[in-house]
């Protein structure tokens, strides 16, 4: 049906970047908001950012100033360039995506796969 595909995650050092990627593919109409949550082990799942189809972003505290979210609305894609890593930035970052599907009202929550990141010296 609906897939998201993330790539980018790895290991960095503490002050490093990352850039996440996040494309979806199959049956879909129209993509409205896309965003990036991550869970760290024990933690609950946490938004990061999120981004409207028009382009209007919402970032969490923790990471406003150094996490940038932009889409890409031709190629299905969503990013996510992390400045400044710190120690408390690693987990398992999911991107999600509310798709339109083709024959159907409303909106289908769909969540990427999950890539990890890893801040260490």
């Known amino acids: 049906q609906v897939q998201l595909l993330e790539s980018g995650g790895g290991l960095v050092q503490p002050g490093g970047s990352l850039r996440l990627s996040c494309a979806a593919s199959?049956?879909?109409?129209?993509?409205?908001?896309m965003g990036w949550y991550r869970q760290a082990p024990g933690n609950q799942r946490e938004l990061a950012a999120t981004?409207?189809?028009?382009?209007?972003?919402y970032y969490a505290e923790s990471v406003k100033g150094r996490f940038t979210i932009s889409r890409d609305n031709a190629k299905n894609t969503v990013y996510l360039q992390m400045n400044s890593l710190k120690p408390e930035d690693p987990a398992v970052y999911y991107c999600?995506?509310?798709?339109?599907?083709?024959?159907?009202?409303?909106?289908?929550?769909?969540w990427g796969q999950g890539t990890q990141v890893t801040v260490s010296s």
């Open positions: 999600n995506a509310e798709v339109q599907i083709p024959g159907r009202l409303g909106e289908y929550l769909y």
């Open positions: 199959g049956s879909i109409d129209m993509i409205n908001a």
């Open positions: 981004i409207t189809r028009g382009g209007l972003t």
